[in-house]
């Protein structure tokens, strides 16, 4: 194991980090029943149950088994289901076929996060973990975190009954304003992350990037601008499109963001809090890259890169992140500073996910951890709703491929200078 | 609704057909975990969940709905999510994405199910129930009882752990001898059902049929010379096959029976009792019609028509059916007697799934209950170790397209004598 | 080679026939150009060319390279090219590609016939052809000119220019008349080929059918008549409908016949002479057997089974057959009697295409003839006006996937007497 | 129209760029039969008769329409026919259909061509013709020649025959020496095209970027190279692929570049000169950019970034284009300098194709020539032995996907210095 994953915590905040992330998981899964963990509803998508597995397998795979002796796993077989993308780390049960797997049940896969737990906290205790990988692990945790909410989302879309995962409790109504622009000069600036903190390696080497003049908005794309884009007849305007987004437009039969629908002239949007009127000020969220694209220049702008995002983005700051509970992006307040850049909806950038200049992946397993997708996907930037904040940076590279909408993305716009 | 679906009992064996029939559901989901009546493995079968709420919305809409002007549905969406291809019963939620739906949960549909039971119980005991339909419903749930078996089979089948739904009991041991041959003499004789007791309409009319002289074998195949047949090559010589299933079976890669592999040379079966060694005097399971085709024709023999099936059938006797627990075909004993008629293994026939000659539909929408099916089919007949014994009879014909193997289908050779 | 495919005919008559055949199928690609002849517009079609090709290696395969030790193809390769689905004569072409095959050219094609018929005719002329092969490869090379036309319309259907084959000429006009309906008694009847005359082995044996009393329309159904089903909601009731049939219309989206749409509330299809108004009069043709079903239903009618159509035939007649050179189904003359059972269009029947009792494949390649294609299918009757009229029996069966509709066919109502 | 696509010729040079141009199209169809330029092999190739009539409705669409006021087209529905995706000139006829189109045949398309010809030459005579556009039509027709070529390679490919389009002769053989390293020291840097010349808008604006310093090979990867690749089981060792490339390398069952075949023993190659031994020294072709990545990282080095490959490539020189008529990659002279940069194949980078900085597309169809296809691509460059030599230059942007191999794409290694 390299240093690419950067140690950076003692043992005591380690051990914090470790139980808090692993409590969270399973405090999120209070009010969902074993139906409800078990199923998957596309192959992008995986069961709650498996995500919970999944994180837990990662501990075993990469901290007790290489460092506790003692240590045995409860089910051999554990690791061919509960492996999902690790090559090297041995032969894995098909991705597709997740939600097939009903034993172990959701009883079982909890007795075994337990049995892990337990480990790798006496491991740390003890001084005996490889601290790195650890603190790795929690931030795969939390990433996997998101997307139990979002492959949930899908899951209980399906429902014709649109069960709520949590009281369906409108936001807080709010105008959120114009939209303004904020100049930024450019320069030979460095980017990506350089710092002694956690990091994925993807986000390494820092760098310089030469970044011309650029003026990015103060806020995301709402859904009020969005429904004006929908009633210009964005969708049906092919010179607004890249040719592979239109083709999925006629293809997937788009007409709106994902989970819209229209009810008695009203658009309407279900979420994690159920079915609800889309809140004309809160940024749109489940929209492609492709509408994105589209979207942007029918307003007449362009998407930022990731480093004219990283540059106008300044220090993490609160937002509304998944410990708002919010489950949903909410209107930012108006103002002419940079709003929204963290949490509340991901946000497109025009560039596209490759290894920045010397970029190297770590030896091993744990060395397919991001490299191996930088190809066909474009970088999102900034966290959402969905994102607990401790994993969110300034560097943060998210990627997904220009057709997902099942994620809580968005988007900001930006223009030459 | 006409008089097409028989009434044959009064209201005090309806009763107690009724009790019965729905009590076996609920045994037979014992030991099931919510996860694995949740899941839908493939497009033709359902998820356990969804069989115990179909069965019930069975009732609620053709005894309850019409004759109970008292009766409330729980939730008046279920129509939709648990009508299953009932055109004139109105919509239905898309059939390949019932395993999507997590709630209603199991614990729901118990709930239901025990709504629906007071209710028709109080209606035939007031005797304000359609007897005719209530022994309708019963006949279907029973249909329903075996789907939830090999349905569950092929859910089980996907997990790599093989975990089994009861003990993994082995069968006894018994030799089965020789196949040999019984002669049928022929002649202009009446088919189909005529009696005043319970059958499906497309058993109907009784009519005559031109039989010519027919030996038919007094077992079914079983497993030894099933193997015979592969290590024929009987997989991969195309004159064996109709052209259809040849290119199944490449298209496939079918090399021996579902739910079979090779293991230290050893051919292994998977079951309901979980992964156990293939008996060798059984009769051979999980076979398509392509298969039974290309193995009679291999065996220089042929699949007996539907009709020459039913003349050597004399009555129904005991069988291995449901009730014996067995949960597999078993041996037959040796003799020279028609065996195996009943129960073990759903026999292929030769004969296309068409109407009889002046075969009516039923008006309105259980009229749909077989007859929108005659085509593309084989008729099976006989029943399995998961059918109910008190749905079989004589006349009773089942259908499968020529590719299906998730059912307990098997076969027994004819001959032109 | 058995003597399933009986030899009939005497040397001379034989080269006359040979002759003749083999001429036909170069007059019918008289203003084709080679673009026309080279390209495939779907799996289940085959270029002209490659027709031309295939019936030539028909004869060397199964007449020259057995009977004539002087032969020696002007391409071994060729035999690799051309035969089509016999397993037992060698490996083939991918059938989904013959039209990306573009040498040998039609030059090279028309070459290849030519040594090809010169070897066969001075075999036959010293006796040493085996007659019932030579003859058969004479049948064989109908059907493809059958197919031929069929395949080509599929073709030139896809051109938005809408080429003509043959100058685009009207038909005569001429009134129908209702239909009525001729009474048949029934009884035990003989059906199937039992003469010394050519007929291929799926008419065989003769035997006897048990026949019920029946009615059958004097003409077929007109597209006066397809027009008020579709004008009824035809196309959008389900209830009509077999349910693989009804999936087939909301799949495909099918609301007419194939090669119809609408120009101004007049219904418009395309023929081999070009886009014509549709003749109210004439057959409705380019139906699949789902629809012929779902309009019988409609009409209070069934389909006859291929015994009834048999016993209603009577001897063949004039029609209007490929000879009359119209290329389309052409309205029949008023009158009580049975009309248009010859020519126009081939009748879908109710019978699946099965073996008769007894039947047995020859042995070697031929022998995949027709019997490996016994499931999946329909039986058709009656030849259409694409069907050269030497090839047409009373015994005929023709046999199509259900869902096929690029063949020349419609159907006749049957009733219950 | 925009000024992007520069003016650059006067009239008299302009009319000889057309003439030569437009008669390279007709002398590249020389041996050719009609069924080769008729066919269509998938939906990425078209036709070679659609490629000559495309590149004359281009001068039709935006030459003639536009500024010849007594032009007339022999058809007007040729617009649908040879719109190949410009939305804003119409609707035009599905792509993956156009090898269904058997007329206009190729006779008709040629008079065509000589009527478009008739006319352009005249318009720009006369000086009325818009040399902007002219000029871009010449180029977008050189385009069309080299997918001609890419095309008709495919097609044959499929040919069992294994037809040659020139005569087979082979290439000399020469010792192409092992791979050496020169350096660049990088800088900000000027790229792009920036000069008074012919360029695509996509090459546009110049502007600097940040190069760091690197080197890369003198040469191209060569096949005996590729096969030592092959031989340590590149193909079949994940970690070495990206996630998608590893994933089409399984479903394509890939396990050597396109168009390869091993017999006894030795890679065989099919080309334009038919089926060849590989060259060991030549340059490998048909590679995914899946592939060139997979062995870049086999070869402990990396592609260079279309930057690097642009400042290290100097003037365009001499090189293996189409005029050598040798229709293959040949090898290299042994040297220490950048070699095989024009001509042989195009060279993979491992740039996405992406917009340059303040890029704007050009107003009307001609503006979607480029910009659409800003996703989901990887710029190559350079050239191939298909390329017309007077299309290239240093800032020529060619973008393929990256499973596209039909292409004659190779690739050439860089590191970081
Ligand atoms: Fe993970
Ligand atoms: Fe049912
Ligand atoms: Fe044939
Ligand atoms: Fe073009």
Same mark, same amino acid.
């Not at 996907?377 to 969110?392: D, E, H, I, K, N």
């Given at each position: 194991?390299?240093?690419?994953?950067?140690?950076?915590?003692?043992?005591?905040?380690?051990?914090?980090?470790?139980?808090?992330?692993?409590?969270?998981?399973?405090?999120?899964?209070?009010?969902?029943?074993?139906?409800?963990?078990?199923?998957?509803?596309?192959?992008?998508?995986?069961?709650?149950?498996?995500?919970?597995?999944?994180?837990?397998?990662?501990?075993?795979?990469?901290?007790?088994?290489?460092?506790?002796?003692?240590?045995?796993?409860?089910?051999?077989?554990?690791?061919?289901?509960?492996?999902?993308?690790?090559?090297?780390?041995?032969?894995?049960?098909?991705?597709?076929?997740?939600?097939?797997?009903?034993?172990?049940?959701?009883?079982?896969?909890?007795?075994?996060?337990?049995?892990?737990?337990?480990?790798?906290?006496?491991?740390?205790?003890?001084?005996?973990?490889?601290?790195?990988?650890?603190?790795?692990?929690?931030?795969?945790?939390?990433?996997?975190?998101?997307?139990?909410?979002?492959?949930?989302?899908?899951?209980?879309?399906?429902?014709?009954?649109?069960?709520?995962?949590?009281?369906?409790?409108?936001?807080?109504?709010?105008?959120?304003?114009?939209?303004?622009?904020?100049?930024?000069?450019?320069?030979?600036?460095?980017?990506?992350?350089?710092?002694?903190?956690?990091?994925?390696?993807?986000?390494?080497?820092?760098?310089?990037?030469?970044?011309?003049?650029?003026?990015?908005?103060?806020?995301?794309?709402?859904?009020?601008?969005?429904?004006?884009?929908?009633?210009?007849?964005?969708?049906?305007?092919?010179?607004?499109?890249?040719?592979?987004?239109?083709?999925?437009?006629?293809?997937?039969?788009?007409?709106?963001?994902?989970?819209?629908?229209?009810?008695?002239?009203?658009?309407? @949007? +279900?979420? %994690? &809090? /159920?079915?609800?009127?889309?809140? #004309?000020? $809160?940024?749109?969220?489940?929209?492609?890259?492709?509408?994105?694209?589209?979207?942007?220049?029918?307003?007449?702008?362009?998407?930022?890169?990731?480093?004219?995002?990283?540059?106008?983005?300044?220090?993490?700051?609160?937002?509304?992140?998944?410990?708002?509970?919010?489950?949903?992006?909410?209107?930012?307040?108006?103002?002419?500073?940079?709003?929204?850049?963290?949490?509340?909806?991901?946000?497109?950038?025009?560039?596209?996910?490759?290894?920045?200049?010397?970029?190297?992946?770590?030896?091993?397993?744990?060395?397919?951890?991001?490299?191996?997708?930088?190809?066909? @996907? +474009?970088? %999102? &930037? /900034?966290?959402?709703?969905?994102? #607990?904040? $401790?994993?969110?940076?300034?560097?943060?590279?998210?990627?997904?491929?220009?057709?997902?909408?099942?994620?809580?993305?968005?988007?900001?716009?930006?223009?030459?200078?």
């Amino acid at each position: 194991m390299t240093a690419l994953f950067a140690k950076v915590l003692d043992d005591a905040p380690l051990l914090d980090l470790f139980r808090q992330t692993r409590q969270r998981s399973l405090s999120m899964i209070e009010g969902l029943e074993p139906e409800d963990m078990a199923v998957q509803s596309m192959e992008d998508a995986s069961p709650t149950k498996w995500h919970l597995a999944h994180t837990s397998w990662f501990f075993e795979e990469f901290v007790l088994r290489p460092c506790d002796p003692a240590y045995s796993s409860p089910d051999e077989r554990f690791a061919f289901l509960f492996n999902s993308y690790y090559v090297q780390a041995g032969p894995r049960y098909t991705r597709a076929q997740r939600g097939l797997v009903t034993r172990p049940t959701i009883c079982d896969v909890l007795a075994y996060r337990a049995q892990v737990d337990e480990a790798v906290e006496r491991l740390v205790e003890r001084g005996a973990a490889p601290a790195d990988i650890v603190e790795l692990g929690c931030h795969h945790e939390m990433q996997h975190q998101e997307l139990m909410l979002t492959d949930l989302l899908h899951v209980l879309s399906h429902n014709p009954l649109r069960p709520a995962y949590r009281k369906p409790e409108p936001l807080e109504v709010r105008d959120t304003g114009d939209l303004s622009w904020l100049v930024f000069e450019g320069g030979i600036l460095p980017v990506g992350h350089g710092e002694e903190t956690f990091a994925y390696d993807c986000e390494t080497p820092r760098h310089d990037q030469l970044i011309r003049p650029f003026e990015i908005a103060n806020r995301c794309v709402t859904n009020r601008e969005w429904i004006a884009f929908i009633e210009d007849g964005g969708y049906a305007h092919a010179p607004l499109w890249l040719m592979d987004g239109f083709a999925t437009v006629q293809r997937e039969g788009w007409r709106a963001p994902a989970y819209w629908w229209q009810e008695d002239g009203q658009w309407m @949007q +279900f979420s %994690l &809090r /159920g079915a609800q009127p889309v809140d #004309p000020d $809160a940024p749109v969220s489940h929209v492609s890259y492709y509408e994105a694209d589209a979207y942007a220049r029918w307003a007449g702008a362009r998407l930022p890169s990731e480093f004219e995002w990283e540059i106008a983005s300044g220090r993490v700051e609160d937002g509304n992140f998944h410990e708002t509970g919010r489950l949903r992006p909410s209107a930012a307040q108006p103002g002419n500073t940079m709003l929204q850049m963290w949490g509340d909806v991901w946000e497109w950038t025009a560039s596209a996910f490759l290894p920045y200049p010397g970029f190297q992946t770590a030896e091993g397993a744990v060395g397919e951890y991001n490299g191996k997708f930088m190809v066909n @996907q +474009f970088v %999102l &930037r /900034g966290g959402s709703c969905f994102t #607990p904040a $401790a994993q969110m940076r300034r560097t943060y590279r998210n990627f997904f491929y220009p057709h997902h909408r099942w994620q809580m993305t968005g988007l900001r716009l930006a223009r030459d200078a």
